[in-house]
T-cell receptor
């Protein structure tokens, strides 16, 4: 089983729609969680951290369910500029340090 | 603004050549990372470094080595390039606390012919 799994999509949604991405992780000892965004031909950038209590940043809401080892990202009122690949990222301690494990990403296309 | 720069955006090398990819960050970050990104495989960690002259293997270190002689600079070396090392290479840096944000460079698209 992959450490971090995401539905690759693509998700094609009209402007104004609400869309949700899911991510599962395999290591129950994982400690921190993030969503990164990667625009076409650009580098990944941190979108938001994911906290146990859930957190919101404008139109974006992130949720964590430790029991189910599941992370989600909800985007409300989608904009054309939200079109990108969204990477689920899990921080896990290793013997020799730590690792950030990246999911393969979920592709979102918001259409007019 | 944090700046992570990589020496080349595009690079074409021949099989068997030695290849150096350079990464420089200007935020005094302790941690630096090298990833490669391939379609369908996502981002995979090659090597990382917590401090000067320190390195740790990531998930796919075979065929690569690294060097960190100065805090701001982290080099990835392909001792003898092969066609299966054709990829997008991304450098990243962060503060020591692991949960902090990683800042990525723009990437180097390496083609090995």
């Amino acid at each position: 089983r992959k450490e971090v799994e995401q539905d690759p999509g693509p998700f094609n949604v009209p402007e104004g729609a609400t869309v949700a991405f899911n991510c599962t992780y395999s290591n129950s000892a994982s400690q921190s969680f993030f969503w990164y965004r990667q625009d076409c031909r650009k580098e990944p950038k941190l979108l938001m951290s994911v906290y146990s209590s859930g957190n919101e940043d404008g139109r974006f809401t992130a949720q964590l369910n430790r029991a189910s080892q599941y992370i989600s990202l909800l985007i409300r009122d989608s904009k054309l500029s939200d079109s990108a690949t969204y990477l689920c990222v899990v921080y896990t301690a290793r013997n020799s340090g730590y690792a950030l494990n990246f999911g393969k990403g979920t592709s979102l296309l918001v259409t007019p | 603004d944090v700046k992570v720069t990589q020496s080349s955006r595009y690079l074409v090398k021949r099989t068997g050549e030695k290849v150096f990819l350079e990464c420089v960050q200007d935020m005094d970050h302790e941690n630096m990372f090298w990833y490669r990104q391939d379609p369908g495989l996502g981002l995979r960690l090659i090597y990382f470094s917590y401090d000067v002259k320190m390195k740790e293997k990531g998930d796919i270190p075979e065929g690569y080595s690294v060097s960190r002689e100065k805090k701001e600079r982290f080099s990835l070396i392909l001792e003898s390039a092969s066609t299966n090392q054709t990829s997008m290479y991304l450098c990243a840096s962060s503060f020591r606390q692991a949960y902090r944000e990683q800042y990525f460079g723009p990437g180097t698209r390496l083609t090995v012919t």
